[in-house]
């Protein structure tokens, strides 16, 4: 799959919700958001997961908070101890083209923390989200630092909200499946041939 772009100002995070859902299949899914609350558009992973961890879906396992945030300086030691249950979906802020910014993105691989600023990080999840909150190609650090921080609320809500319902979506799919594979096998069991070639009888009281 390539990587998909919503705009969450048109879009309903439905859209995003059917895709994570379908590439992530029954939860749980750990989800590790990247970022500091020390700059406006990289809080934007923080965001996330202090939405998400306030949220009523008990199969999500959010790593990364504005309390508790995974950032550069120690996201080397939190890969090295890090013990993934289910896929592993990462949330991050990035810079794009000055037309993108305001865009959700949806890439069905790791997400590499840092390269739009030229920092050297560990890869991480099996695929990523990524909220574009600046224009790249000059003063990167500048361009994070200077988001607005009311979009920066805006993306993480929604991206908050997709994941949330992609989860949900997955489960009420896997509990449907499993409703499904009980009446089949009772249904073979009714209807299931005795040794002398008939069906098996209700047991009758003597």
Not at 29 to 58: K, Y
Not at 102 to 130: F, M, Q, W, Y
Not at 149 to 173: F, H, R, T
Request: proline share 7%; glycine share 10%.
């Amino acid at each position: 799959m390539a990587r998909k772009r919503f705009r969450p100002q048109r879009q309903n995070p439905g859209r995003l919700a059917l895709q994570l859902s379908a590439l992530c299949g029954c939860p749980p899914w750990s989800v590790v958001c990247i970022g500091t609350d020390r700059s406006t558009g990289d809080a934007l992973g923080p965001l996330t997961g202090s939405l998400l961890r306030s949220s009523s879906t008990p199969d999500l396992c959010v790593f990364g908070s504005v309390r508790s945030p995974i950032h550069a300086a120690n996201l080397r030691d939190f890969v090295r101890g890090f013990q993934p249950i289910g896929p592993v979906v990462a949330v991050d802020a990035c810079l794009g083209e000055r037309r993108h910014i305001g865009t959700v993105s949806l890439c069905p691989d790791p997400l590499r923390p840092g390269a739009g600023i030229r920092k050297n990080l560990p890869e991480i999840g099996d695929l990523h989200v990524a909220g574009t909150v600046g224009a790249r190609g000059f003063m990167e650090f500048e361009a994070l630092q200077n988001a607005r921080l009311n979009m920066v609320l805006s993306l993480a809500s929604w991206i908050a909200s997709s994941i949330e319902m992609g989860a949900q979506m997955s489960l009420a799919a896997s509990t449907i499946r499993l409703q499904e594979r009980r009446q089949a096998g009772a249904a073979m069991v009714r209807g299931s041939p005795t040794r002398s070639g008939g069906t098996v009888q209700p047991h009758q009281q003597l």
